[in-house]
């Protein structure tokens, strides 16, 4: 269909799409005055809030109750998936007597997931990147979105719980 075709009125940008929905939300309003059955005016009063949240997205640019837009929202919603045998390097830089790549057995392996499962989500992340893949604290910092300090907690609580299971399992070998 052309676009200035005469028998289909196109809305031609968003100011006019707004002022379509504000005229939708004036006509929901007054139908739910005068709506009767409870039924009728919940699902009358859901279109409303459909309607306001359109508009706030149109007024705002982004999705209304995200505090940051979905440009910047990224960094905290990224799932970050590391494999527990890049620890390896991690074991091998404080492990000076191996000349050659560390093998790390099937019991070893378990004993590393148990102690990552025992940290909080963001105190896995730190640590992983921190000591699995080698990132800076200013680094993470950046990726995460948070403060260096912020980081710099997480990896020392990390640390101490971490080395608080090896301790429970050094003392139970």
């Known amino acids: 269909m052309n676009r200035g075709s005469s028998d289909q009125p196109w809305l031609t940008d968003i100011d006019e799409l707004k002022q379509a929905y504000r005229s939708t939300h004036h006509i929901l309003l007054k139908a739910k005055k005068v709506a009767h059955p409870p039924e009728e005016q919940q699902l009358i009063a859901e279109m409303i809030a459909d309607v306001n949240y359109a508009i706030e997205w149109m007024h705002t640019g982004k999705c209304p109750g995200n505090r940051r837009g979905i440009e910047r929202r990224a960094a905290y919603q990224?799932?970050?998936?590391?494999?527990?045998?890049?620890?390896?390097?991690?074991?091998?830089?404080?492990?000076?007597?191996?000349?050659?790549p560390a093998a790390v057995t099937e019991s070893q392996r378990l004993q590393i997931e148990q102690v990552l499962a025992s940290l909080s989500v963001r105190e896995r992340e730190c640590y992983e990147l921190h000591h699995g893949m080698s990132y800076s604290l200013s680094e993470?910092?950046?990726?995460?979105?948070?403060?260096?300090?912020?980081?710099?907690?997480?990896?020392?609580?990390?640390?101490?719980?971490?080395?608080?299971?090896?301790?429970?399992?050094?003392t139970s070998d």
């Open 140 to 170: 993470i910092a950046e990726l995460l979105g948070v403060k260096k300090g912020t980081v710099q907690g997480y990896v020392q609580t990390a640390n101490k719980k971490v080395v608080r299971a090896k301790q429970c399992v050094s």
């Open 78 to 100: 990224r799932e970050k998936l590391v494999d527990p045998f890049q620890m390896q390097i991690y074991m091998q830089q404080h492990n000076p007597v191996m000349d050659e």
